[in-house]
């Protein structure tokens, strides 16, 4: 815990009893200047932990001292005192070419899809009715749109129908439209440990029960799922079976089928997030081709093509139709004519097997960067993917390291940014791909692997901004 915050914590131990009084204690310590602009607060689970009471209250807390304008969360660094200098600040320093070499964010690298842009929008200025992609879609797309999308989702899915598709903004769209269309509030969905952050932002929209359960290095574990299963009812499963974010794992085959089998035994449905399964070239086959009935299917082309081609897909039974369009009605109304255009033209013209061989490479190229500058670190990588988990040594705690990196000009992912409960992994994730070029990520690299070897503690705190996805 950062030193004002362990001198104002500790005197007040056990004496704090709601969240009105850690907003005022936070409103006093800005007033009196204890803490400043842009200093980084610490973790609900700390503040619980260090004052003796339930995390929910720190949770109220934080939400209504932002809400005042007192602080402000960023998804993938923290939390921080708010205040227009510490929000220009990262605007300035955080960004393509600035101060600060941003590798919180997991997304490919712009260049990888800029020409073919280029190209489609040559092509789309000069057609006569240009002007329907200002119209309405229907909430499961146009139906052009949806033979496109079964074109591109065979490369996964051995067969699927138009009428099993349902179109979306980017996958935490169609992730938002399933629970949206399908959940209801307090119902209990499965996932990993650790996931993308958007997950928890998920649980809070939909109110939907979030409950983590550990992997290893097959993936999930699927004991403790049917552990779980055992004690409670389990409404949905949703996990990342091929290149999970932040981890990188695989789940083997032999999982995969036991979750088939643990979904038929216990009546839950398995939301399947297969956002990078189309960038390895080589990968088991999804659980939903093992259990169709039991499984909706969701990817997307933010993490494969670029992070702006906002284009998302729901593999489901027919059944379910009416609800997730229902779910996408109720969300974000129809998914963007235009995005599903360029969609459907790359499919058509082969663009995107232009772009998908563009990411491959680079992703090779930028993973033996990774390899040749960290070395002697425990580092999970895969080739389909543009980020890499550092596993950090036991001296050496995450939230720590992510300050001493900043301080030397590289933003990183802590391990608390993608817990789904109370602990997390002793690691931090490095996106590889968002320096947009090679020599900004080289120079990351670089000031990583002197943090590793040299054990700094010359900390220079995150500002008050920040993202992971």
């Known amino acids: 815990m950062d030193t004002p915050w362990a001198e104002l914590l500790g005197p007040i131990a056990g004496k704090v009893r709601s969240y009105h009084q850690i907003v005022e204690i936070l409103a006093t310590a800005i007033a009196e200047d204890v803490i400043r602009v842009g200093d980084r607060l610490p973790t609900q689970r700390t503040v619980s932990a260090a004052l003796g009471i339930a995390i929910g209250t720190v949770t109220r807390a934080y939400s209504e001292a932002e809400h005042q304008g007192l602080i402000v969360g960023r998804v993938g660094v923290g939390t921080f005192v708010s205040g227009p200098s510490a929000r220009s600040a990262h605007v300035h320093q955080v960004d393509g070419q600035g ?27 000069k057609r006569h009715d240009v002007g329907k992609l200002l119209g309405m879609e229907p909430p499961n797309g146009w139906m052009r749109h949806r033979v496109a999308a079964r074109q591109w989702l065979s490369r996964r899915l051995a067969s699927v129908e138009p009428n099993q598709i349902v179109m979306c903004n980017g996958v935490q769209h169609a992730l938002s439209s399933i629970f949206a269309g399908l959940a209801k509030a307090g119902d209990l969905v499965v996932t990993e440990d650790v996931n993308y952050p958007g997950v928890k932002l998920l649980g809070d929209l939909h109110k939907v029960k979030l409950l983590g359960v550990p992997m290893d290095d097959e993936g999930m574990r699927t004991d403790h799922v049917a552990e ?29 089928e036991t979750l088939r089998e643990l979904a038929n035994r216990y009546d839950f449905t398995i939301i399947e997030n297969d956002i990078l399964g189309m960038m390895a070239a080589e990968m088991p086959p999804p659980v939903y081709e093992l259990a169709p009935k039991r499984t909706i299917y969701v990817t997307g082309l933010s993490k494969v093509v670029a992070a702006g081609l906002r284009v998302g897909f729901i593999v489901a039974s027919p059944s379910l139709l009416q609800p997730l369009m229902s779910g996408v009605r109720s969300t974000m109304w129809m998914p963007q ?76 992912s802590p391990s608390d940014t993608f ?21 900004r ?25 920040g993202r992971a996805g």
């Open 228 to 256: 779980v299963c055992k004690r409670q009812p389990v409404r949905f499963l949703l996990c990342s079976p091929s290149i999970h974010n932040p981890t990188t794992i695989t789940m083997s085959s032999r999982r995969r």
């Open 337 to 412: 004519p235009l995005m599903l255009e360029i969609f459907a033209h790359w499919v058509a013209d082969a663009s995107m097997d232009k772009v998908i061989a563009w990411h491959r490479a680079e992703i090779a190229a930028r993973l033996a960067m990774v390899q040749r500058c960290i070395v002697g670190a425990e580092l999970r990588i895969n080739p389909g993917s543009y980020h890499v988990w550092l596993t950090l040594p036991e001296q050496r705690r995450s939230a720590d390291f992510v300050d001493e990196a900043y301080g030397k000009g590289v933003a990183l």
């Open 99 to 125: 101060a600060v070499i941003d590798m919180t964010t997991s997304r490919p690298p712009l260049e990888g899809a800029a020409t073919q842009l280029a190209n489609v929008l040559r092509v789309l200025s």
């Open 419 to 439: 817990a789904i409960g109370d602990t997390s992994p002793n690691g931090v994730r490095i996106s590889i791909g968002a320096p947009n070029d090679r020599k």
């Open 441 to 465: 990520l080289a120079a990351g690299l670089a000031i990583i692997a002197e943090l590793l070897t040299s054990g700094s503690r010359e900390v220079r705190r995150s500002p008050a901004v």
